[in-house]
T-cell receptor, first 113, second 115 residues
């Protein structure tokens, strides 16, 4: 089944404790991205990657890092999480071939205390 | 910078009614426009994707239209059912010099279908 997976789905952590949220897609998509969703603010793009070893900032990159060492994986790294990073996070991959349809993972609900 | 607005923010209608959700965008240089459905606490499910060269797309009881010149898209839901209750999001994908860019989302329309 074609899908985007994220882990963990739920995470409660404390300020300053480094964490990684993994994202993997099995559709051989080149373009992947991370979004966060907050009440009243909607979905905003954090980082995106157009291919292996190619990443760039989205609208709200501060406090986040990403890497793209393999095509299928695009982990989101919070080196020193803070309470304002409490949010619902979504990973997405984009089909190619000129269609550019986005497929979303199930989401990771992160709480930083 | 692209801005996407969805009106209304919330809508409650009786079961069986036909309804229209609206989405407007400020920059017409879009690559495509996508409608999603999101159930509470869940991920996004893609409903319809309209390429910039298309006028509409249909899937079952759903029909989405696109008018780039006026910066508008609508999602038409026919014969609404309680199972259609969810938040509906539209998102515009921009075209950058290197190809398609990320999505800019509206804040969604929270739809409730009353049994």
């Amino acid at each position: 089944e074609a899908q985007v997976t994220q882990n963990p789905r739920y995470l409660i952590t404390v300020t300053g404790k480094k964490l990684t949220v993994t994202c993997s897609q099995n559709m051989n998509h080149e373009y992947m991205s991370w979004y966060r969703q907050d009440p009243g603010l909607g979905l905003r793009q954090i980082y995106y990657s157009m291919n292996v070893e190619v990443t760039d900032k989205g609208d709200v990159p501060e406090g986040y890092k990403v890497s793209r060492k393999e095509k299928r994986n695009f982990p989101l790294i919070l080196e020193s999480p803070s309470p304002n990073q409490t949010s619902l996070y979504f990973c997405a991959s984009t089909s190619g071939g000129g269609v550019n349809e986005q497929f979303f993972g199930p989401g990771t609900r992160l709480t930083v205390l | 910078k692209q801005e996407v607005t969805q009106i209304p923010a919330a809508l409650s209608v009786p079961e069986g009614e036909n309804l229209v959700l609206n989405c407007s965008f400020t920059d017409s240089a879009i690559y495509n426009l996508q409608w999603f459905r999101q159930d509470p606490g869940k991920g996004l499910t893609s409903l319809l994707l309209i390429q910039s060269s298309q006028r509409e797309q249909t899937s079952g009881r759903l029909n989405a239209s696109l008018d780039k010149s006026s910066g508008r898209s609508t999602l038409y839901i026919a014969a609404s059912q309680p199972g259609d209750s969810a938040t509906y999001l539209c998102a515009a994908m921009m075209y950058s010099g290197g190809g398609a860019d990320g999505l800019t989302f509206g804040k969604g329309t929270h739809l409730i279908i009353q049994p």
